[in-house]
Antibody
């Protein structure tokens, strides 16, 4: 059974940093691209970042480019999102999603339950 | 960047109704389009990929069509479990989601 479990969310002040983690199990992690997608309270889905199976291809939404860094550790079956210079508008539930293929050219076929990030003073 | 526009934003319907949601891309995405269902407090669930391919385990009352810039999701006979928010997503170039369509009880 595919499982994606996010962690690392919490309340953080504007300008500070936070690192999210996603622990994956139930599939061959290093065969698939992985993504972070966020959802602000009461709003729609926003893609944040994606990384290919071997970290060779990485992409970011314009809204987080230069502030967020995605990475993965295939030996640990884990995905990460380092978030720096956080802003109030980064407040959202952050989902980890498994791509259905090795690159970003596939949809997300499994999603975690999300970890909540709240940026507030 | 590719923009995705869904319509309508909200749809009121009854059990048994045929429901159609439209999604338009700002440029051609071939058939690289997916549809998701999201219920309150839950993660999105993949329904359709490659515009018209049904994800395993998804009821056959869901269907997708279109290519290029115009796409539709159809629910042939709305069931109580189908009241939810639906999102289209292009994955031709990174990922972009539509703003969502909430299907509510009439």
């Amino acid at each position: 059974e595919v499982q994606l479990v996010e962690s690392g969310g919490g309340l953080v002040q504007p300008g500070r940093s936070l690192r999210l983690s996603c622990a994956a199990s139930g599939f061959t992690f290093d065969d698939y691209a992985m993504h972070w997608v966020r959802q602000a309270p009461g709003k729609g889905l926003e893609w944040v970042s994606g990384i290919s199976w071997n970290s060779g291809s990485i992409g970011y939404a314009d809204s987080v480019k230069g502030r967020f860094t995605i990475s993965r550790d295939n030996a640990k079956n884990s995905l990460y999102l380092q978030m720096n210079s956080l802003r109030a508008e980064d407040t959202a539930l952050y989902y980890c999603a498994k791509g259905a293929g090795y690159s970003s050219g596939w949809p997300g076929d499994y999603w975690g339950q999300g970890t909540l990030v709240t940026v507030s003073s | 960047d590719i923009q995705m526009t869904q319509s309508p934003s909200t749809l009121s319907a009854s059990v048994g109704d045929r429901v159609t949601i439209t999604c338009r891309a700002s440029q051609s995405i071939s058939s690289w389009l997916a549809w998701y269902q999201q219920k309150p407090g839950k993660a999105p669930k993949l329904l359709i990929y490659k515009a018209s391919s049904l994800e395993s385990g998804v009821p056959s009352r869901f269907s997708g069509s279109g290519s290029g810039t115009e796409f539709t999701l159809t629910i042939s006979s709305l069931q109580p479990d189908d009241f939810a928010t639906y999102y289209c997503q292009q994955y031709n170039s990174i990922w972009t989601f539509g703003q969502g369509t909430k299907v509510e009880i009439k």
